[in-house]
Each structure stands twice: as structure tokens, then as C-alpha cells.
């Protein structure tokens, strides 16, 4: 009995402790977001031609999506960028076309959070989209991994 009871709260504790990848109405949406995501993570990384692969997968996710022209445009940018910064530069105006597109759309579940670094674009600043609280830098990567701030919080 006692350690079902403690497999139970230890099950209850690790499935709370991990961020729960957001959900929306709009499956397209969605499907694009969870592209959008797995850039972000290779930029993080500093893995560019896993950034450049994902691009090419938004790119194709988000011409399901109505009204994502610029942020398809913007994932091109990404996907055809000759080094990491220039990735990392078209990443910011992918950013914010994303930004536009999932605050526009209904979350049917988790929560998303609208991440921003002052120093970002030499010191001009940019947001990015994240699934969790804990700040993970895809401008800087690891040299200045946890560089920002949750600016909004979308549920």
C-alpha cells in the first residue's frame, strides 16, 4: 500500500513538473507551432542545420494555416540563411509573424509563453514563443542561455 501511494505521488509530481506543450483549436495552427517550436530548440542548441530542416517543415506546416503568408516568408528566411546569426536574425521577424499568428488562434489546452531579450539584435531586442516558464535563449544559446524575460503569458 505504501508504495503505491508513493508511485502515485511520484507519478502525479513528474507529470506536473514538466510544461505541457500547448494545444489549439485550429489543428493547423497547432501542427505549425509545434514546427515553429523545434526551430527554436535547434537555435538554442546552436545546431544550424537542424534549424534550417525545421524552417523547411514550418514553412510547408504553415501553408495550411489562413492569414500565414509572412510568417511562411519568414520561415524561408530562416531555412535559406547561410549561418547561425543570420538564422538567428531571420528568427526574430519569424518570431514575432508566430507571435501574431497563435495570439489570434484559441488554445484548447497548456500554456504559452511570449519570451523577450533586451540584448538580442545587438541590443535592439526580440521575442520568442516558448512552451515553458524557464527562459532558454535561441539568440544567444548557450553563451547567454537564460538572457530574458516572460513578457505574456497566453492560456
Known sequence: ???SLLL???????????AQAPSFVDKNIGDAYQEYVKVKD??????SADAK?????????????????????????VSTAATLDAQRLAFSSLS????????????????LYVDYCPMA???AGAFWLSNDKAIKN?????????CGMVKETLQ
Open 1 to 3: 500500500m505504501k508504495t
Open 121 to 123: 539584435n545587438n541590443n
Open 42 to 47: 535547434a537555435l538554442i542548441a546552436s545546431k
Open 96 to 111: 514575432n509573424e508566430m507571435a501574431k499568428l497563435v495570439k489570434g488562434a484559441k488554445l484548447s489546452s497548456g500554456t
Open 8 to 18: 502515485f505521488v511520484a507519478l502525479v509530481l513528474s507529470a506536473t513538473a514538466f
Open 138 to 146: 535561441p539568440y544567444f544559446g548557450d553563451k547567454m542561455l537564460t
Open 53 to 77: 530542416t525545421a524552417a523547411t517543415s514550418l514553412q510547408k506546416k504553415l501553408a495550411g494555416v489562413a492569414s500565414a503568408k509572412s510568417a511562411a516568408a519568414e520561415a524561408s528566411k
